[in-house]
């Protein structure tokens, strides 16, 4: 989750964390059938709704918006080579119109304030911290706009020391639900709904296939390519222990 690249792989590390992450469905946990039912529940939206998935990577959230609404989909990230992904899978499935890849920072975007309809972000928030990306994003949503963005959040009160010190120096923001409604309301959201990611999913849609990856990559890898593989799996070892006291939470956010 903390590991993902950010920028093309002009640098040993990068091209490793590259070289892990290309080519999966999913750079981040993430499920379509919680998707799929948040999209179901979501107040009506013009039609067509005018759409973005921020920090995108390969675009499973924007497939499957384009697919939803049969709408247009900005599709943001720093990664030209995600983006690159995400044009081939899009055009796979016949999707190449409606996908718009944006190479940019979503943290930067220039474009018309209220211009959005539905912004979604998965898994990719943290890159500007929580309170910082819901910041920056406000201005873009229309007035009766919704943002739905997931973020890593502890689920129990008291998260055991070892989970709690590793998220610390991995991603010293993690906040509680509570937390995180409270630094949206302070942002200009109304919150809509909360969803948590089921564990499983992470299993599924994350970490089961980049294991296979690792298998895969791991004889006779780089140096950084050894160390991004460590990472990753401290990572994983830490949620098989401790997935139950913390997650992704999926902040389904109003406008109005
Ligand atoms: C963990 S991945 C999640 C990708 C995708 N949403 C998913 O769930 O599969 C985070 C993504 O955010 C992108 N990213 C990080 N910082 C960014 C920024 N400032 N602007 C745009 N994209 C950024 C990374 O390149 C990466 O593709």
Not at 106 to 114: C, V, Y
Request: charged content about 20%; hydrophobic content about 45%; aromatic content about 8%.
């Amino acid at each position: 989750m903390s590991s993902a690249p950010t920028t093309p792989a002009t640098d040993p590390a990068k091209a490793a964390l590259i070289a892990l992450h290309r080519g999966l469905e999913r750079l981040g946990p993430g499920s379509d059938a919680v998707s799929r039912d948040i999209l179901k529940a979501l107040p009506r939206l013009p039609s067509p709704p005018r759409l973005a998935d921020l920090g995108c990577g390969s675009g499973a959230a924007s497939l499957m918006l384009a697919a939803h609404f049969q709408a247009p989909v900005l599709a943001v990230d720093l990664s030209a080579e995600f983006l690159g992904d995400l044009a081939h899978r899009a055009a796979a499935r016949g999707l190449g119109a409606l996908i718009r890849p944006v190479l940019a920072d979503m943290g930067a975007l220039d474009w018309p304030e209220a211009s959005l309809d539905l912004l979604w972000s998965e898994g990719a928030a943290y890159n500007l911290g929580f309170a910082g990306a819901l910041g920056a994003w406000r201005r873009l949503l229309a007035p009766l706009g919704v943002a739905v963005v997931s973020e890593l959040s502890w689920h129990v009160p008291n998260p055991p020391e070892e989970a709690a010190a590793y998220w610390r120096a991995a991603y010293p923001d993690v906040s509680d639900e509570a937390g995180n409604r409270a630094r949206a309301e302070a942002a200009g959201y109304r919150l809509l709904g909360l969803r948590r990611l089921p564990r499983q999913a992470w299993w599924d849609s994350y970490y089961d296939p980049l294991l296979a990856r690792i298998a895969k990559l791991r004889p006779g890898g780089s140096p950084e390519l050894a160390e991004a593989i460590a990472e990753t799996e401290t990572e994983i070892d830490i949620f098989r222990r401790f997935g139950d006291s913390y997650g992704y939470t999926f902040y389904i956010l109003g406008a109005d």
